[in-house]
């Protein structure tokens, strides 16, 4: 597990306290899942509380109680068990939970249903991730239910559930300097995954033996997982926008786009390039390339403080119309193209999203019905990208070409700053780095 400083997440409790000004938030982590038979699949902590706490095991609930004189974060774990310990690693038990993870109360998980219904009676108001785990919802309920049954003892339940979401992905919105930190890691790591992949891919192989080229330079620097399942797709699988089968052989004279990206220590990392299998762009390949790259770029120069969310989007569109209708993809006036969504048939998702703990991060796109403005600590995806099918009725020689580039971008105060430099996107670079051996 990475160092981590608790003054950080002290820092962060505390700012969501303030925020609160009251009331108790409860934060389950996610529940652990079964695979098959024994087997469970790997245990990845909730976000939010993950966020909150950096604590990594299962079965685990954070409360905070702003103003609690005993103390303002609660912790309920599971306890130190040296016989379940020998089987499945160790575990930090209460101890650990107060001494390393800042526990001002920790108490065993097996005991919640007991502890926090007491800690929740006479509080106004609960925040919490409603309608996200449902059975804990359920057992919510049930201890709420619990406490308004001893009314005529003089104790009253919460009156109001209120979705913490609305502050909290406010705060996760914004990074702060040691997710930054993180997240530059992820990229690095990302983007050498993605090098791997350039000097491996020739043809004839199959997508998931360049899958796992990517992958095992995730994990050999320190990634346990990917930020998502990679899609690794040669030809025309490059314009099935989810595809993950990853199972198809690599054809020469086809175009492999990746988008795969490294987590570390739960901070998610998207980086999308799309190269020819046999290391040579072809003429149609390389025209639409440069355009999706124009488009990228024109795009990420729109990422700075002060613009809004839209602005990117609105300006990979425009280059994006703009190429199609020079190579006679599109045609009519740019203007009503434009207001048509005409760039619909080739280009059919948005520019980006934010980017952090979660893959497609937390945070509003808009607010009060206005797309929001860009803030320094923001991190965002660029991705604009085309697909053209053997559906689409356009020229043959244009079919089955997917093409997206995808960079993670931190808005500065001075502008922004590309996080996934390190991997080459001018067709030149792309081909000089083909060219060296894995
Ligand atoms: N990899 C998911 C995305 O690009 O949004
Ligand atoms: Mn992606
Ligand atoms: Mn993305």
Known sequence: MRDFKLADY???????????????????????SIRNGDVLYPFRPDSDFYYLTHFPEPSAVAVLIPGRAQGEFILFCRERDHEKEAWNGSRCGLIGAVEDYGADDAFPIDDIGDILPQLLEDRDRIYCNMGRYLEFDNKMLQWIN???GKKRSGINAPGELIDVAHILHELRLIKRHEEIKLMEIAATVSSAGHRRAMRACCPNKYEFEIASEVEYEFKRQGSYSTAYPSIVAGGKNACVLHYTN?????????????DAGAEIDCYASDITRTFPINGKYTGEQLALYEIVLMAQKAAIAEVKPGNNWNQPHESAVRVLTEGLLELGLLSGNMDALIEREEYRRFYMHRTGHWLGLDVHDVGDY???????????????????????????DVDSRWHNIGIRIEDDVLVTKL????MTNDVPKEPNDVESMMREPL
């Open 10 to 32: 002290v820092a962060r409790r505390s700012e969501l306290m303030e925020l609160m000004g009251g009331g108790v938030a409860v934060f389950p982590t996610a529940p652990e």
């Open 415 to 418: 502008g922004q700053k590309i």
């Open 146 to 148: 619990e406490i308004r």
């Open 366 to 392: 808009k607010i009060s019905g206005q797309w929001r403005q860009l803030e320094p600590g923001m991190v965002l995806t660029i991705e604009p990208g085309l697909y053209i099918t053997a559906a689409d």
């Open 246 to 258: 990853n199972t198809d052989v690599l054809q020469d004279g086809d175009l492999l786009l990746i």
